[in-house]
């Protein structure tokens, strides 16, 4: 299937001679969910906003629904809706305007039925006659959202959707995205909550320093490096792991008190009981025992970590 | 789908300057009628009774294209660098820039609210000169003309301003520093034959010299320079309004890194 998305050889350098991307390539599919995780300053804003035609390319050609952003801008950016990280709304003008006016601009004929129903979703109904700077900050990221689905976008940009965002508007906001995957809307988020991204991707994409250093399906991913540990901690030490226990992945702590057991989180079969009746079965007692998950964030950290 | 022009959008943004100016009535309408009535007082009726006649026309009557022109220099520069200035300013220029929306189309929606407003302003002074003076339009076509010529130009080049500007004190620097002295010694309260020789030859480097002519040409039929001169220099600005324009555009300069 044709991506809904392709950057190709994307490069930008400022004018202060900053090379915010050095080569990205990249493909969004139709329909996904792609989280797009990375330091502050690794580019993750530069390439959002050339996508949507803020920001001038250097070199590398971008195709949104197969239309050059540059060429065919026209059929290009009508395609895409764009939440911003900033809060930048106007002050004076009233939520229904703001989001009328947005409509306009996309160049779509009023359609006040769609306006009603987008403002209801977002909980701004009761709002829709209010001065903008007469609302809350998380308000404004939800009038934000209006605007840019007003146009009705079959991609939409969600740029850090919810920094600075109270955890019900939060949960509110993975409904509506959710429902706007459902609806055949492909999303690409910016985020720094890695939670975020392991709870909503389908894909996730790691970009460090101007570079895209890993693109994965999320369960591959979580799979690929996502372990779980058990570990056991023993009534009494033991100096070697019996020998019936060779065929699991089972490793000894130096003083013999613990017993780590790694498993893998995404398989069907953990291993975890039969393990603990046969340690049992074999007179193995523990005190308690605790489990650890390597989460997306480790495995994240871990990657932008890595010398390059 | 994708038509040529997309007028909604051109709509949209014209509709919303026009709601920004009607929100701010007092100072976008109200004040300028007032401050040129206040003109009209002390100048036309005060001082003016005791100033003789210019080329035949009383002082009163003979300062209100000069006066409409000053009001309208300032107003189209000032609200067309304060409409592009305020969206880059907030933060808000964003969605224009990522609308699928040509130059010309954002240019249209912003300079010609501004350059509507320019009229409306210029009508409402000229109905309010005629509380206090009698006078008549000897051409009211080229009037109209004139006063929309002038409002378009003038609009343009406060859209370039507010590009251009990166703080609220550029925005008033140009209205303040050039176009008021401009407009006041390119004979609004004079005509410029009563300037001695060297200062004549002078003034015929103010622009504002050849729009003001023109216009009250349009009035009493009578001009400093000829109208065909001041029609010509207007457009002329116009063009270079219009280059600079296009090529901020080409460039992005100031709206795209």
């Known amino acids: 299937m044709q991506s809904i998305i392709s950057v190709q050889a994307l490069t930008k350098a400022y004018a202060s001679g900053h090379q915010a991307l050095k080569g990205i390539d990249l493909d969004i599919r139709r329909g996904e969910i792609f989280a797009l995780l990375g330091p502050n300053g690794a580019g993750k804003t530069t390439l959002i906003s050339i996508i949507c035609g803020i920001v001038n390319p250097s070199s590398g050609v971008v195709l949104a629904d197969g239309h050059d952003i540059v060429r065919d801008y026209r059929a290009a950016r009508s395609k895409i809706g764009l939440v911003p990280q900033e809060l930048s709304t106007d002050s004076f003008e009233t939520v229904w305007a703001t989001v009328n006016f947005s409509r306009g601009l996309f160049g779509k004929p009023a359609n006040p039925a769609l306006v009603e129903k987008l403002l209801r979703e977002l909980s701004l109904w009761d709002k829709r006659d209010s001065r903008i700077m007469a609302l809350s900050g998380g308000m404004k990221r939800r009038v934000m959202i209006a605007k840019a689905l007003s146009h009705e976008p079959q991609i939409l940009f969600l740029d850090e959707p919810t920094a600075g965002v109270d955890v019900e508007l939060r949960r509110d906001m993975w409904e509506m995205v959710h429902r706007l995957r459902a609806s055949g809307v492909t999303i690409i988020l910016t985020t720094h909550y890695i939670e975020e991204a392991e709870q909503m991707a389908d894909r996730i994409g790691v970009i460090s320093q101007g570079r895209i250093i890993l693109v994965e399906e999320k369960a591959r991913l979580m799979a690929q490096l996502g372990k779980k540990q058990l570990s056991l901690q023993l009534q009494s030490p033991l100096a070697a792991i019996p020998e019936e226990f060779a065929q699991y992945p089972l490793e000894l702590s130096a003083d013999g008190q613990t017993l780590v057991y790694t498993f893998d989180a995404q398989g069907e079969q953990t291993g975890i009981a039969p393990l603990l009746r046969r340690l049992g079965d074999h007179g193995i007692d523990f005190k308690s025992l605790s489990s650890s998950e390597s989460s997306l964030e480790d495995i994240f950290v871990s990657l932008v970590r890595q010398p390059r | ?257």
């Open chain 2, 1 to 257: 789908m994708t038509s040529l022009v997309n007028l909604y959008a051109i709509r949209a943004i014209y509709r919303f300057e026009m709601a920004r100016t009607f929100r701010t009535l007092m100072q976008s309408i109200a004040s300028p009628v007032l401050s040129t009535s206040l003109y009209f007082i002390v100048f036309g009726a005060a001082i003016g009774s005791r100033v003789g006649a210019i080329d035949g026309i009383s002082y009163a009557a003979f300062i209100i294209p000069g006066l409409i022109m000053l009001s309208l220099l300032n107003e189209s520069i000032s609200n067309a660098s304060f409409g592009i200035y305020m969206p880059r300013f907030s933060g808000t220029i964003y969605e224009v820039l990522s609308a699928p929306v040509s130059y010309f189309e954002v240019v249209c929606g912003y300079v010609g609210a501004a350059a509507s407003k320019s009229l409306i302003l210029g009508v409402l002074i000229l109905i309010t000169a005629r509380l206090f003076v009698d006078y008549s339009v000897m051409h009211p076509v080229w009037m109209l003309g004139f006063l929309l010529l002038t409002s378009v130009t003038f609009s343009l080049f406060g859209f370039i301003i507010g590009i251009w500007a990166d703080g609220f004190e550029k925005l008033q620097v140009v209205p303040m520093m050039i176009i008021t002295p401009l407009t006041f010694l390119g004979g609004s309260f004079y005509s410029i034959g009563m300037l001695p020789p060297f200062w004549q030859k002078l003034a015929l480097f103010n622009p504002v010299v050849y729009l003001i002519s023109g216009f009250r040409w349009s009035f009493y039929g009578v001009a400093d320079v000829s109208v065909g001169v001041s029609l010509g220099m207007t457009l002329l600005f116009m063009l270079i309004c219009i280059v600079g324009i296009a090529w901020i555009f080409r460039t992005g300069y100031r709206l795209k890194t």
